[in-house]
């Protein structure tokens, strides 16, 4: 089992910058993903990081602009976005999985999931 806990969304105008945090009950072994989900639409891949924090992948829509990084002592996970634009808008999720070795970007590959944080980007 693992909790998490996701922070650090909030409004945020356009072109603007944010770091969401993940706090976790354990990280080792697990890969940790960032997902979205807006209002109508269905949740979607954002970011994810192995379990060493070697790896990382980022969806089109964000690569660039956004960092995925890890702390395995403090069982932390960030997700660092600049250049927000409104279509950022959606709430963000901190998901786990334990580390299998391979890309996952579908979010019924994640076991855990945290309750979600807002983020609002305003034009």
């Known amino acids: 089992q693992v909790q998490l806990e996701e922070s650090g969304g909030g409004l945020v105008q356009a072109g603007g910058s944010l770091r969401l945090s993940c706090a976790a009950s354990r990280l080792t072994f697990y890969d940790m993903g960032w997902f979205r989900q807006a209002p109508g639409k269905e949740r979607e891949f954002v970011a994810a990081v192995s379990g060493s924090g070697g790896i990382t992948y980022y969806a089109d829509s964000v690569k660039g602009r956004s960092t995925i990084s890890r702390d395995n002592v403090e069982n932390m996970v960030y997700l660092e976005m600049n250049s927000l634009k409104p279509e950022d808008t959606a709430i963000y999720y901190c998901?786990?999985?334990?580390?299998?070795?391979?890309?996952?970007?579908?979010?019924?590959?994640?076991?855990?999931w945290g309750q979600g944080t807002q983020v609002t980007v305003s034009s």
């Open positions: 998901a786990a999985a334990p580390s299998l070795g391979r890309r996952r970007v579908r979010a019924d590959e994640y076991a855990y």
